[in-house]
């Protein structure tokens, strides 16, 4: 049984390490999307305010406004696409690193109930 034991705290060791990895890339991808979404957040508030005016535009002012927002919304829509892209990427990283944190849980969970097991068994024998 020690040698069942071992195995596990090896596997556990493993399971820890790629469980690792995957956090890593999962933050990776949070703070490429959390990057992302801030820029889109900004871009909006800019084309809000290009629009929020307390005085009448002159015509040279209409036409500087309106490419002002012609660019903050391509900006915006090109934002929007790369957050697209990069969403799919994201939840398979959270879904990996969730898996193989439960594998690294399961097994410590094992290592633990072999372990417990072991002493009672040595206790029930009479062995200390």
Partial sequence: ???????????E???????DVEMRRLAAFRAQVEA????????EAELETTYRADQP????????TNAMAGERSRALLAAEEEL???????????????????????VHSLRKNL??????????????
Avoid: C, W
């Fill in 1 to 11: 049984m020690t040698r069942n034991r071992d195995a596990l705290a090896g596997l």
């Fill in 115 to 128: 372990a417990a097991q072991i002493r009672k068994d040595r206790i029930r024998r009479g062995d200390k």
């Fill in 36 to 43: 992302v979404r801030h820029r889109i957040g900004q871009l």
């Fill in 57 to 64: 535009f002159s015509i040279a002012e209409a036409r500087m």
């Fill in 84 to 106: 697209a892209r990069i969403l799919p990427g994201y939840e398979l990283a959270r879904q990996a690193a969730a898996r193989e944190f439960g594998r690294g849980e399961a």
């Fill in 13 to 19: 060791r493993i399971a820890r390490l790629k469980a």
